[in-house]
């Protein structure tokens, strides 16, 4: 197994999670929901490509079509609704944890598509291989969501009134960033 690789693709995967987690901490208002993100995003960044693993090369040209186009969608959608909540008078809307569970699949749809190519791009060809893998994924994006959110919520106290419009428009950038990658 090669666990630099595997590193690689755990940062590289975690960076939409940890964009989207400074998005939260810039909402957040309590210190409970900083570890509450850091792990749903760790978790889905886990749990995807083993989905994507064991659907394997079957349905691996039907994930890479949408992957991208249902990422964006959901990011656009929140992105909005962010935009337009940030009009209101309280600027610290908190994600539900409804949100964040939406939130966390459309951050680690993309780790989905990886987990088909894991057998060959870290040779995870076994399922202790994988295991160790999405370990080291979940646990890189756990890291970078932990501190995306400590940043945000930083940057929320230092300007509340633009935290709400700054972190829909984030996130409407990062659903843009998915669609054209």
Known sequence: MDYVSASAIGTALAMDAMAVSITCGMNGKNKSSEFLTAFLFGFFQMLMPVLGWSIGKVG??????????????ILLFLGIKMLIDSKKQDYSVEFSFRN????????????????????????????????????????????????????GNRFRKARPVYAGMTGGIMLILIGIKTLFC
């Not at 691996?60 to 969608?73: P, V």
């Not at 699949?105 to 076994?126: E, F, M, Y």
């Open 100 to 151: 964040l569970i939406i939130l966390a699949v459309a951050t680690s749809i993309d780790a989905l598509a990886s987990g088909i190519t894991l057998p060959v791009s870290v040779r995870a060809n076994t399922p202790l291989y994988m295991l160790e893998t999405v370990l080291i994924i979940g646990t890189i994006t756990f890291i970078l969501s932990l501190l995306g959110y400590i940043i």
């Open 60 to 73: 691996s040209d039907i994930i890479t079509a949408f992957d991208n186009i249902t990422a964006f969608a």
